[in-house]
T-cell receptor, first 118, second 114 residues
Framework: AQKITQTQPGMFVQEKEAVTLDCTYD???????LFWYKQPSSGEMIFLIY??????QNATEGRYSLNFQKARKSANLVISASQLGDSAMYFC???????????????FGSGTQLTVLP | DAGITQSPRYKITETGRQVTLMCHQT?????MFWYRQDLGHGLRLIYY???????DKGEVPDGYVVSRSKTENFPLTLESATRSQTSVYFC?????????????FGPGTRLTVT
């Protein structure tokens, strides 16, 4: 089973509107972290936001917020007031405390290509 | 400059050749990782290292070799390149082992095997 599922290969949003990028995850590890990264066309991976499995509140970083629904195993990224510069590929990723062994690697979803329209 | 760098940024090589991708970080992070990025797969872990002289396989290690004699360097070698290894390769580092530690990514190396 996929550990991280991003069901939206591509999305469009009008400039200044909010957009939600979906991410569902699958783990039985009691402790894990969820990350969102942005990859613009230039190719670099840019960290956006982090949510811990034990965090009581949803994470926020500027225009980014994470809608964390633990029971549903979803960690959707919300971008408010979209800007043209938000056009990029967005990846959801998870890091497990115990089940990933000593690697503690990030497991990535396949990404969502967001295009912001003027 | 501080940070994590990769070289070369672009490489074209022929099937069967050996090629080494370099990764250097200036933060003295203990953990370093190599990922490959292919369409439809996101990033997949090739190898990782918890410290100098400690390395282990990730999800897709076949055809790759790593070493880590110094904390700051983590080269990835394709011993005999194949077309299926055409990909974008990312090196990453992390200061700790906890789930909350962010991984810092290098700019990537685009490798084409002809």
């Amino acid at each position: 089973a996929q550990k991280i599922t991003q069901t939206q290969p591509g999305m469009f949003v009008q400039e200044k509107e909010a957009v939600t990028l979906d991410c569902t995850y699958d783990t039985s590890d009691p402790s894990y972290g969820l990350f969102w990264y942005k990859q613009p066309s230039s190719g670099e991976m840019i960290f956006l936001i982090y949510q811990g499995s034990y965090d009581q509140q949803n994470a926020t970083e500027g225009r980014y917020s994470l809608n964390f629904q633990k029971a549903r195993k979803s960690a959707n990224l919300v971008i408010s007031a979209s800007q043209l510069g938000d056009s990029a590929m967005y990846f959801c990723a998870m890091r497990e405390a115990y089940l990933s062994g000593s690697a503690r690697q990030l497991t990535f979803g396949s990404g969502t290509q967001l295009t912001v329209l003027p | 400059d501080a940070g994590i760098t990769q070289s070369p940024r672009y490489k074209i090589t022929e099937t069967g050749r050996q090629v080494t991708l370099m990764c250097h970080q200036t933060w003295s992070h203990s953990y370093m990782f190599w990922y490959r990025q292919d369409l439809g797969h996101g990033l997949r872990l090739i190898y990782y290292s918890a410290a100098a002289d400690i390395t282990d396989k990730g999800e897709v290690p076949d055809g790759y070799v790593v070493s880590r004699s110094k904390t700051e360097n983590f080269p990835l070698t394709l011993e005999s390149a194949t077309r299926s290894q055409t990909s974008v390769y990312f090196c990453a580092s992390s200061p700790g082992q906890g789930v909350s530690y962010e991984q810092y990514f290098g700019p990537g190396t685009r490798l084409t095997v002809t």
